[in-house]
């Protein structure tokens, strides 16, 4: 009869020469995988005259919405960079990337204190890409927060700085950057939220649909939530501080004055 105090043992036992060595051939694989998916980069010297008409992000959040059984709509209208308001592109370099004209495609400084925060709060939580990096994310990568990934993104990134220049760059980010359900780049946003041309867009417009960039599927550049309404101030108080935006273009009392970065949500992609 057993009682309480019976119990279970559990024998251990060191892994033999061949086990040990699948263990390790395994191992090496896997790095061997890590490696070739690192060091592959794409030719990104077809974007220098070619537009892209979908994305690696456009494709997956697709399929993830056939996979629950529905149908994502996919607006996107091409404008070049002289077709969408000057207010929108300050808009967003001031929000997503102050430094975008200093750095040449990844932002040491700003990558440096996401690491600290990432360490910090013990998890990947932001990622400090610059502008560069997130249209290297968009066209080839996905969302996923794997260090592999972030590392691909990096090279890829450098690539695309050495081949299409800043100009470039910047058009075809604000073309394919998600502003909502199946809505991508500036043409697309503008019609579907302001019922207007990307070039048409006031200041507030613009800040409005920048402030929505590192979470478009959770905020809206239209509902006015005290959280959208102060990150619209500040980045029209920024664009103004950095001399994007002469004092005459908005009343001083819509704007409130601050040069205090804007916060990124921390449930954005890595």
């Known amino acids: ?99 975008f004209y200093r750095h040449k495609g990844i932002d040491w400084e700003s990558t440096k204190r996401a690491l600290a925060e990432d360490w910090k709060h013990k998890r990947l939580a932001r990622g400090g890409s610059t502008i560069t990096q997130q249209l290297a994310r968009n066209l080839y990568l996905s969302p996923s927060k794997n260090p592999l990934r972030k590392v691909k993104e990096m090279l890829i990134a450098r690539r695309l700085e050495e081949e299409l220049g800043k100009r470039r760059i910047l058009e075809l980010y604000l073309n394919v950057a998600e502003w909502g359900r199946g809505i991508y780049g500036a043409e697309a946003a503008a019609r579907a939220y302001f019922d207007k041309s990307a070039a048409e867009l006031t200041p507030e417009e613009g800040a409005a649909l920048a402030a929505v960039l590192p979470s478009p599927r959770r905020y809206s550049p239209v509902k006015g939530t005290r959280f959208m309404e102060r990150q619209k101030s500040r980045i029209v108080a920024r664009m103004r501080a950095s001399g994007y935006l002469p004092e005459e273009e908005l009343p001083e009392e819509e704007v409130e004055i601050s040069t205090e970065t804007a916060v990124v949500d921390s449930t954005a992609p890595y």
């Open 1 to 99: 009869m057993k009682t309480n105090h019976d119990h279970k043992v559990i024998n251990y036992r060191l892994l033999g020469g061949k086990e040990l060595a699948w263990l390790a051939w395994f191992a090496g694989l896997l790095l061997l995988l890590g490696g070739l998916y690192v060091v592959w980069l794409p030719d990104v010297a077809e974007w220098k005259k070619k537009n892209p008409k979908e994305t690696s992000f456009m494709l997956i959040k697709e399929r993830q919405a056939r996979a629950q059984g529905k149908k994502l709509p996919r607006l996107m209208i091409w404008k070049n960079l002289g077709e969408i308001s000057e207010n929108l592109r300050y808009a967003v370099l001031v929000a997503e990337d102050g430094g």
